[in-house]
């Protein structure tokens, strides 16, 4: 008994021993062909301009083709669901949000991914805050003039956003749970929507998104106050971050993007490609080129730096979203 254990024993062990340099060869030439990478949103979005500005980088960097294919769809599941099919090889890749990474995993009734395990986080490369804007007819100038005037008035104020559980309604919602003031949610179809509902004057306020929101700022048909990353934003230089305004240095309200490979991917691969993506990302040139579309380019951290955060993003707002008495509608 103990011979032929001893013989299987060492048939495994070389046998895997065969399959090791076969093993390494594949990561050693990786990449050898084309390389997809999925943005969970449609084409023109800020986070698909970003995609494509790196893709085209990372293509000279690899000498390998570098195709940006869009998956939009189900709030990022067709995306989800066609990088849990790809082989774990480094060859197709999704770009995520912290919509997908973050907070589905706790609305949904059932998700059919696992942010920690079904992923291998490659470079979070980008914030995308908000900006708070108010009805320009109101006396507000300020971030603690809003509070006051909102505490002055429980309930009889309202708020906009694109819809339930999304990242602005999550984003009041965590500004009146921080500060105590009770204002009531009306949800819209989308963003533009919501946005020109506060210029009109049917809403007092919203955290809306800079691209949809600059051009009535700048028109005066929206007051800006803050922005809710806890740095400023290139584009609008002049507005606080909310938490300064407020002296909550801790508050931060974000949307980001992660760039993404299965989980199972070697580990070679993903630090090849975060390397990769620190030298594209962190160029002088392309900082200013993310600033100008309205977004705040970050350090590349290390991937295990990348996936603490995530988590952490999980627990902050999948906890929210259980006080709010959203988990799993829907």
């Not at 990022?76 to 995993?105: C, E, F, H, N, Q």
């Not at 309205?294 to 951290?301: E, S, V, Y």
Request: net charge positive; charged share 20%.
């Amino acid at each position: 008994m103990a011979l032929s254990l001893m013989r299987t024993l060492l048939v495994g062990g070389l046998a895997f021993a065969a399959l090791a340099p076969i093993s390494q060869a594949r990561t050693d030439d990786y990449p050898s062909r084309q390389i997809t990478i999925m943005p969970l949103l449609a084409a023109g979005t800020g986070l698909d301009i970003t995609v494509r500005l790196y893709a085209e980088q990372l293509s000279k960097r690899l000498g390998k083709p570098v195709v940006v294919e869009n998956k939009p769809g189900s709030a990022g599941l067709v995306g989800v669901a066609a990088l849990k099919a790809a082989p774990a090889d480094g060859y197709t890749l999704i770009v995520a949000t912290s919509a997908v990474m973050a907070i589905r995993p706790t609305l949904l009734k059932q998700a059919p991914y696992d942010p920690q395990k079904d992923f291998a986080p490659i470079a979070l490369y980008v914030k995308s805050p908000f900006i708070l804007v108010v009805d320009p007819k109101l006396p507000i100038h300020s971030v603690p003039e809003l509070i006051k005037y909102i505490k002055d008035r429980p309930g009889q104020l309202s708020y906009s956003s694109s819809g339930v559980g999304g990242a602005p309604q999550l984003s009041t919602e965590y500004m009146k749970q921080r500060f105590g003031v009770d204002i009531t949610h009306v949800p819209y179809r989308n963003s533009p929507q919501s946005i020109a509902d506060v210029a009109a004057g049917h809403v007092a306020m919203a955290f809306a998104e800079a691209g949809a929101s600059l051009p009535l700022i700048r028109d005066g048909r929206l007051r800006a106050l803050a922005v809710t990353s806890s740095t400023r934003l290139p584009t609008v230089p002049e507005l606080p971050p909310f938490g300064e305004a407020v002296g909550a240095p801790d508050f931060e309200a974000v949307s980001w993007h992660v760039l993404l490979a299965p989980g199972a991917t070697p580990a070679a691969i993903v630090a090849k490609l975060n390397s990769e993506m620190k030298r594209i990302m962190e160029a002088p040139d392309m900082r200013k080129k993310i600033a100008d579309i309205g977004l705040i380019p970050i350090d590349i951290a290390p991937t295990e730096d990348v996936r603490r955060y995530i988590a952490a993003e999980g627990e902050k707002w999948g906890a929210l979203v259980r006080s709010l008495g959203l988990q799993g509608s829907q």
